[in-house]
């Protein structure tokens, strides 16, 4: 049921890293994108897919990880993604892209999800730098990078407190705790006076 996947559908950081994601899988999670919403259907999105060791190495210095946990660097050696998307815009297609990405990237992950993977949807990536590692044309605009893996930590919903903080935190055991306004709180039916 789609309820239950947009449930298990969670930001996961730390990853079974010996837990293989094929490249077969990779092009099945990106040709549902094809099937997806596209802003006058200009479909100006391209891949980058990975899921060799190297390659993931060399984007995952490029990367910056849960900005909130700030003594936390990211995931070490062993809980790094096994496989990631590098989503593009091609600029010479369209000249923005709307949110094609955000749409294409949500189905991927819940595809993902209910393959037993889950990911993490990145913006924070230093893009000149990943550019220039992989060699990436000047005309594709790196818009976002999606880790996938076999998730190694427990992701918990939390209502958000009277005092409206959003920032997600981690205990003891890997336990990531995420913060998520109630029903009541993001449905409005008062309009302006």
């Not at 049921?1 to 999670?29: C, D, G, H, P, W």
């Not at 000249?95 to 949500?106: A, E, Y």
């Not at 189905?107 to 992989?134: D, F, P, Y």
């Amino acid at each position: 049921m789609i309820a239950e996947l947009v449930r298990n559908n969670r930001s996961y950081r730390r990853f079974y890293q010996e837990v293989s994601i094929e490249l077969q899988t990779l092009k099945e999670l990106v040709d549902l994108s094809r099937y997806c919403a596209s802003a006058a259907n200009l479909q100006p999105l391209k891949y980058i897919l990975s899921c060799e060791r190297e390659k993931n190495a060399l984007i995952f210095r490029h990367l910056a990880w849960a900005a909130y946990l700030k003594d936390w660097p990211g995931p070490a050696e062993g809980e790094r993604p096994a496989a990631y998307i590098i989503v593009l815009g091609d600029t010479t297609l369209a000249r923005s892209f709307g949110c094609d990405h955000g749409i294409v990237c949500q189905t991927m992950l819940l595809a993902a999800t209910e393959r037993g993977l889950g990911g993490c949807i990145m913006g924070s990536v230093r893009r000149k730098e990943l550019r220039e590692a992989l060699s990436i044309p000047g005309h594709l605009e790196i818009l976002l990078v999606i880790a996938l893996g076999k998730p190694k930590e427990t992701v918990v919903i939390d209502t958000v407190g009277p005092d409206g903080d959003i920032k997600y935190w981690r205990v003891s055991q890997g336990v990531h705790h995420v913060p998520k306004r109630s029903l009541d709180e993001i449905i409005t039916d008062r309009l302006p006076t």
